[in-house]
């Protein structure tokens, strides 16, 4: 049929076998091939019945993303899904692994679903800012009705083979091998007569389907998917369905498909998909370099970041032992540990079993000799060089030849650290983000010295732990990669726009509308002004930079208003209440610090505040690009969504820089450079792919 679809006539059943590893991907290939091989079927008068399956790992886990940039070939999903279910013969099919988006669609079109009973179904398609477009917003709901339809589709998770038989989706749940099994259910069907079940013939079931129900579902969208449009898109596709006659639902559903597409928003979604993948590919790297065994682990601190990357581990399956030489510090860490596995239990996330299992492989210790036969040791220890030296000298004589010591810092140069030790090369950073149990984003730092086997390990280490691990260097300014650009960019011009006349909460609710979960401000109550102070002073970074440079910030800072802990920062806050309430203490320090500068307050709007803290980010994203201290534009993207929380449907701050167009920022980036002088100089990088007339993501170094 084609080089991914094969057909083989067994008795009197047409066997349609896909076959296009990795995952069985959708491509033009594979459509044309199921076309033809169910018009072949259907004109056969040997066969009484068709069995459609995947080899390899999975079922069809979904359409061929990368099509979707290029546009999708004929013959499109509509005709060759049309083929399956027109067939004249009974098609049923059989699904293993994960049967998603496209793949699920192609299963709606036959007449008999089942699968076996580890597989996953589901239409991930918001996820990616589209709408099923093969089908699956008319056939689903004729399925299992509108209701189950759109929580099955909002809901974006897999479902289990067991729940999908109880609400429809499939007909049996296979056991044993699956090829053999379900070749004997289509035999039962065809001694039972069972006759051709075309989904297109079906009436959608709307019980539940109501104004309530909707409204909830609009609320769940507003609050998961906020500020994206897809949501919407398919309530009206699944109007369509009940309403419509299912040929004119089809037609919509394609012209509604089409256009989501090339939607802005299903462009960043796919491109930080692709993101997330490319993250684990070093260039450079030898293929054949094998990551060394890490079972056990060494912590050391007990304070919040030490305890959260022990739970990380634990939650794992790794042994992980804490070193504090404060017994009492220690104490209090494993109680909070505990706490933590117990809040889980009581919201149901993990059962007793596996709290106890997951609390037993973490021990406390005093003494750096527990760590002698650890394959791992990460130091959480306060952040200060000379501490930071001396903890790596004693655990370079403490631990095994080969074991990994990794540094936890956000800013210090892990260079210095490895230095202390006799084995450079095994020495790495491992920036984990606070609460660590919690963030995915892992930066892998490498240092001048350590070993691409030490960066491979890292990578596999940080899949184990379901982190996205993105390697990164150590630059010219502090905060390796996310914090540079957090402090460096985007709260440094915040701060700016304070003096200049934005309010707190002007500033925050622009952010929270471009997307962010939260604005500066708020963010920087949560971890503390304090420590954003301390960072600032301790890396030199307030000494070396042109006033203004943190003014409000620092002025906060000098008055103990370390944010949520002490309650008040930017915002104050209520004795055990984290919600920030406006505090005209803050407007007056604002003014007062204005003023010692002379400048005048003026009104600015909130497109100047994104733009001004949008811009900054991608410039100095820009910087970190050209020095090299990421491979490419998607390793900052990725970090930028998982450590910042930047929308995940606007791709990132790299992706958004080429979506907008960097002969714009350039332009608009010169332009503030007129009117704010001083730190606002655009990227040298930026400048020249503006006049390049190119964007960041093809950019690849010399
Ligand atoms: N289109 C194109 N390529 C795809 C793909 C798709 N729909 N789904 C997966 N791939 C590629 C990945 O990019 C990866 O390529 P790489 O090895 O070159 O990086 C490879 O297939 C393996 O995927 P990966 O995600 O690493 O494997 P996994 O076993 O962890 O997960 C899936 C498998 C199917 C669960 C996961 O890939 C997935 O969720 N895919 C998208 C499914 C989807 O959204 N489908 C609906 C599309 S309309």
Partial sequence: MSDNVSLEVVNNIALVTVNEPPVNAINQQMRAGLLEAFKEIDQRDDVAAALLICDGRTFMAGADLNEFDTGVG??????????????????????????????????????????????????????????????????LPRVVGAKAAVEMIFGIAAITAKKALEIGLIDRILDGDLKTEALAYVEELLAADSGVRKTSDMTVDTEGYDDAFISEMKALAGKRMRGQNAPHLLLQAIDDAINLPFEEGIRQEHLTGEEAIVSDE???????????????????????IEALPIKTVGILGSGTMGIGISIAFADAGLDVTIVDPSAEALERGLALIEETYNQSTAKGRISEAQKS???????????????????????????????????????????????????????????????????PESVIGLHFFSPANIMKLLEIVRTDKTSSEVVVTALKLAKQIRKMGVVVGIGSEFGFVGNRMLTMGYMREADQMLLEGASIEQIDQAIYEFGFPMGPWAMNDMAGVDILNSVLESTGATAANPKPFFNVSRALAALGRAGQKSGSGFYKYEPGDRRPHHDPLVDDIIKQEAAKLNIEPRKIDDDEIQQRCIYALINEGAKLLAEGIVYRAADIDVIWHYGYGFPRYKGGPMFYADLIGVKEIYETICHFQDQFGHYWTPAPLLEILAKDGTGFLEWTPD
Avoid: W
Wanted: charged content about 25%; aromatic content about 6%.
């Fill in 266 to 288: 299903a462009r960043g979604l796919r491109h930080v998909f692709f993101a997330e993948r490319e993250i684990g590919r070093i260039p450079g790297l030898d293929k054949a």
């Fill in 357 to 423: 299992e997951r609390f037993g492989r973490i021990s406390g210790a005093a003494s750096y000799d527990s760590l002698s036969n650890v394959d791992l040791v990460i130091e959480a220890v306060f952040e200060d060089m000379d501490l930071k030296k001396k903890v790596f000298a004693e655990l370079d004589g403490v631990c095994k030849p080969g074991a990994i010591l990794a540094s936890n810092t956000s800013t210090l140069d892990i260079n210095e650290m490895a230095a202390m030790t006799k084995r």
């Fill in 74 to 139: 004929e013959p499109n999903y509509r005709e060759a899904y049309a083929a399956i279910e027109n067939c004249s013969k009974i098609v049923v099919t059989a699904m293993h692994g994960t049967a998603l988006g496209g793949g699920l669609e192609a299963a709606l079109s036959c007449h008999y679903r089942c699968a076996v009973a580890n597989a996953r179904l589901g239409l991930p398609e918001l996820s990616l800012g589209i709408i099923p477009g093969a089908g699956g917003t008319q056939r």
